[in-house]
């Protein structure tokens, strides 16, 4: 502490109001810089789908005859409906098992359990995505492909899409759980409401917002989760019927084709892309406002 | 007496609810985690940190993959430290919350954080391979990744910032310090701990990444001998053995293993420096 006394005694006749401006204004053209990331990534989306979006337009992406794009055909929705069916499945199963998750750690588990639980979710949620398919490929899949073949297929999808997003929802759910106040837990208690009927009637709800925050949270992950669905879903480009068929999901066809895609084609990929971007923010904004109020 | 057994039922089904997800998640994790160690752990030595890649990757080890990651990583937090610490200091300290640009900011922050990592590759691709003519290289990648790790660093480093007593800036401010001389001669230093903290997980968010990585650095497994060239990283290394390689799923445990180690340590040194160190260092002021 004394040196830096000493720096603003031989500092002080410096006008230190300019010195101020100068600092202010490298920070604002760093966090401008910053800012702009986002809008030159939805710039450049847009520059790269313009061809599609014009030669093939908008229509064509849900009426052509199918996805076959070294013939012109740009139909994507059967990806699409597979992207959905594999994120809905997830959140389906990781949306009740995440909250669960939540609620051992903190009305179940002893301190020493709860501190070993939340370790092991965190560690899971730090498993990088081409680890979990990996896994998946090797593991999993011939597991199904035992019971119902070929393995590859939407179930292999949604289990390692569970496995990735549960912490995404245990964590926000944890968090939110945290926020309910004590005096809430303890005035239900002197009511005399059992244990489960004060974390479902009483915590859960106080705490509701932020779960469907992180659930939503969740679901944009699941939708933009590239590399482990790739890996075990099977890729092929057709509308599921059961949950054994093997599906491709939007961001799988991207990985998969934009190596050697040209032309509409590229474009045509560039186009999917901008759609998950749009939905994954439509959905990150939503989440926002819920998490930015607890229990409101 | 019978609303009295639904309720002990509801809550014994509950609790078992609880307790059987509890062991299911724990059950995954521990199976993930015994599969990898029993198909990597036997692979790996010191030889195969340190050999080159042979045979597509089926044998030999993964020294120029080590090499072109951390060549990876060291440019993209090269240039998003500086970009993200100025963004966070001017976030945490020198505009209001309520501040139309803050507000844009925060907002394109938070939603850069949520944008899948494809759509960065596509981007990348794009901007800086295309575009910038960088073609599929090093630099290409290190500087999409930057772009990915972004939000993380200026969140952590504005929440350490943010941890910093506002007594201490009305101190500064007492003694005559101007806000620039506050910053770099108070705040920064206490702060220290978070803007590690936020490198750290800035490095592991780049090290998990495949999606973002696979049109921009590419696919290339030799020893990089430049940034201009292109280089495999681990996790992309990872990917093609398990995918495009048959007989390289031992070697790809092994590299599992290593990536995962790495991210375990990395962000354990993470939560160290932002929970401990800070806390230690605001306490004892």
């Given amino acids: 502490m004394t040196s830096s006394k000493l720096n603003i005694s ?72 597979a992207t959905f069916a594999a994120s809905a499945g997830a959140i389906l199963i990781a949306g009740p098992l995440g909250v669960a998750s ?16 939340k ?4 560690l899971l949620a730090g498993i990088p995505s081409v680890v979990f398919g990996l896994w998946g490929l090797t593991v999993l899949v011939p597991r199904i492909a ?112 934009m190596a050697y895609a040209t032309g509409d084609h590229r474009a045509a990929l560039f186009v999917s892309g901008l759609t998950l971007m749009l939905l994954v923010i439509a959905l990150a904004t939503v989440a926002g406002r819920l998490g930015g109020r607890l229990h409101g | 007496m019978a609303k009295h057994s639904i309720i002990l039922h509801r809550d014994l089904f509950l609790a078992a609810f609880v307790w059987s997800t509890a062991a299911l998640v724990a059950g995954s994790f521990i199976w993930l985690l ?88 596509l981007f990348g691709m794009a901007f800086f391979s295309v575009y910038l003519g960088l073609g599929f290289s090093i630099l290409a990648g290190g500087l999409t990744l930057a772009c990915m790790a972004l939000p993380i660093l200026i969140r952590t480093i504005e929440e350490g910032l943010n941890a910093v007593p506002d007594e201490w800036r009305k101190g500064a401010a007492a003694l005559g310090m101007s806000r620039s001389s506050a910053l770099l001669h108070i705040l920064l230093p206490t702060a220290a701990p978070a803007l590690a903290a936020g490198l750290m997980l800035g490095i592991g968010r780049a090290m998990a990444e495949t999606a973002a990585l696979i049109f921009t650095s590419g696919y290339v497994d030799r020893m990089p001998s430049s940034l201009h060239d292109s280089g495999r990283a681990l996790a992309v290394h990872i990917y093609d053995l398990s995918m495009n390689v048959a007989g390289g799923d031992a070697n790809a445990y092994a590299s599992a293993l290593v990536l995962v180690m790495m991210l375990i340590v990395i962000n354990n040194i993470a939560l160290w420096l932002a929970h401990g160190l800070l806390q230690k260092r605001m306490s004892t002021s």
């Fill in chain 1, 119 to 122: 370790r092991i979710v965190a």
């Fill in chain 2, 34 to 121: 015994s599969d990898m160690l029993w198909h990597g752990a036997s692979q790996l030595s010191w030889g195969f940190l340190t050999t080159d890649t042979e045979n597509a990757g089926r044998a030999g080890g993964i020294a120029p993959i080590m090499v072109s990651t951390l060549l990876i990583l060291t440019v993209a937090m090269a240039v998003a430290t500086p970009i993200g610490l100025a963004t966070a200091m001017l976030i945490s300290e020198f505009i209001a919350k309520d501040n139309h640009f803050a507000r844009v900011l925060g907002m394109s922050i938070d939603v850069l954080a949520g944008v899948p990592s494809i759509v960065f590759g």
């Fill in chain 1, 102 to 117: 939540a609620v051992f750690g903190h009305f179940y588990a002893s301190t020493m359990t709860a501190g070993i639980f």
């Fill in chain 1, 10 to 81: 031989s500092r002080l006749h410096i006008n230190t109001l300019q010195a101020d401006t100068w600092l202010r204004l490298m920070l604002i053209s760093a966090a401008t810089i910053a800012a702009g990331i986002l809008l030159l990534i939805t710039l450049f989306l847009l520059r790269e789908s313009w061809p599609a979006l014009l030669h093939v337009g908008l229509l064509r992406f849900t009426s052509d005859t199918g996805w076959h794009p070294l013939e012109g055909a740009f139909n994507l929705t059967p990806m699409l409906i």
């Fill in chain 1, 146 to 257: 035992e019971w119902q073949p070929p393995g590859a297929s939407l179930l292999a999808g949604i289990l390692i899409l569970v496995l990735m997003v549960l912490p995404t929802v245990a964590l926000t759910a944890e968090a939110a759980l945290n926020a309910v106040p004590e005096s809430y837990f303890r005035g239900a208690k002197a009511l005399g409401i059992s244990h489960g009927g004060i974390i479902l009637h009483v915590v859960i709800p106080a705490a509701r917002s932020g779960i469907i925050g992180g659930i939503l949270l969740a679901t944009a992950r699941a939708l933009g989760e590239t590399m482990a669905v790739l890996m075990v879903a099977g890729n092929v480009v057709q509308t599921p019927t059961s949950p054994f068929d093997p599906v491709r999901v939007l961001t799988a066809n991207i990985a998969l084709e």
